[in-house]
Nanobody
Framework: QVQLVESGGGLVQVGGSLRLSCAASGRTFSGYVMGWFRQAPGKEREFVAA????????YYGDSAKGRFTISRANAKNTVILQMNSLKPEDTAVYYC?????????????????WGQGTQVTVSS
């Protein structure tokens, strides 16, 4: 089992940047695919980005391509989501998730463990 804690959310103006961090504890961090999802009020949880166990396989959702970057540091048990050029539609609760399988998934139900989420609000 792994415990996940997100941080770094907040209020930012359009065009600004935020850096979200997810700290993991418990079982070996490098044994998990790590992903970021987000959920806005009244909407389904949406895939943002994911990275494979070694960080070599990276996938982005359409809304994140060209603006967000996911990275992981297995030695520090952390995964980072760098978000640039933020838009009002990026406003959501952002969740970090861990998947114990080998393949990188993009669906929420493929992930075994979730953090509590961190709020990101982009004001226009």
């Amino acid at each position: 089992q792994v415990q996940l804690v997100e941080s770094g959310g907040g209020l930012v103006q359009v065009g600004g940047s935020l850096r979200l961090s997810c700290a993991a504890s418990g079982r070996t961090f490098s044994g998990y695919v790590m992903g970021w999802f987000r959920q806005a009020p009244g909407k389904e949880r949406e895939f943002v980005a994911a990275t494979g166990r070694s960080g070599g396989s990276i996938y982005y959702g359409d809304s994140a391509k060209g603006r967000f970057t996911i990275s992981r540091a297995n030695a520090k048990n952390t995964v980072i989501l760098q978000m640039n050029s933020l838009k009002p539609e990026d406003t959501a609760v952002y969740y970090c998730a861990a998947d114990s399988r080998w393949t990188v998934g993009t669906e929420p139900d493929e992930y075994d463990y979730w953090g509590q989420g961190t709020q990101v609000t982009v004001s226009s």
